[in-house]
């Protein structure tokens, strides 16, 4: 049975760093394509990041672009969020979930379509 667990979430200063941990299960990671979304209360899912199953396509939100960091280690059926500079804004639950491949002029994978996910990690930054 196909599982997603997140963890790493807590409270940090406006500026501060974190690193999100999903932790897979029930299927091979690397035959997946991986994301993170999250969902602040009162607005709208929002897709932070994802990553190719092989790990050589990225994508991210212009929100995050610069500040996070996707990767995973597919040995350790672990994906990986590193989240630098955050701020108030980035305040949300974070899910990772599968996601799929697309091709447009080029690959790239999806930060809206995504399948299976997790119970999520709160994140929360606030001084």
């Known amino acids: 049975q196909l599982q997603l667990v997140e963890s790493g979430g807590g409270l940090v200063q406006p500026g501060g760093s974190l690193r999100l941990s999903c932790a897979v299960s029930?299927?091979?990671?690397?035959?997946?394509?991986i994301g993170w979304f999250r969902q602040a209360p009162g607005k709208e899912r929002e897709g932070v990041s994802c990553?190719?199953?092989?790990?050589?396509?990225?994508n991210y939100a212009d929100s995050v672009k610069g500040r996070f960091t996707i990767s995973r280690d597919n040995a350790k059926n672990t994906v990986y969020l590193q989240m630098n500079s955050l701020k108030p804004e980035d305040t949300a639950v974070y899910y990772c979930?599968?996601?799929?491949?697309?091709?447009?002029?080029?690959?790239?994978?999806?930060?809206?379509?995504?399948?299976?996910w997790g119970q999520g990690t709160q994140v929360t930054v606030s001084s």
């Open positions: 979930g599968t996601t799929r491949l697309y091709y447009s002029g080029g690959y790239y994978c999806s930060l809206g379509d995504f399948g299976s």
């Open positions: 029930g299927f091979t990671l690397d035959r997946y394509h």
């Open positions: 990553i190719s199953s092989r790990g050589d396509i990225t």
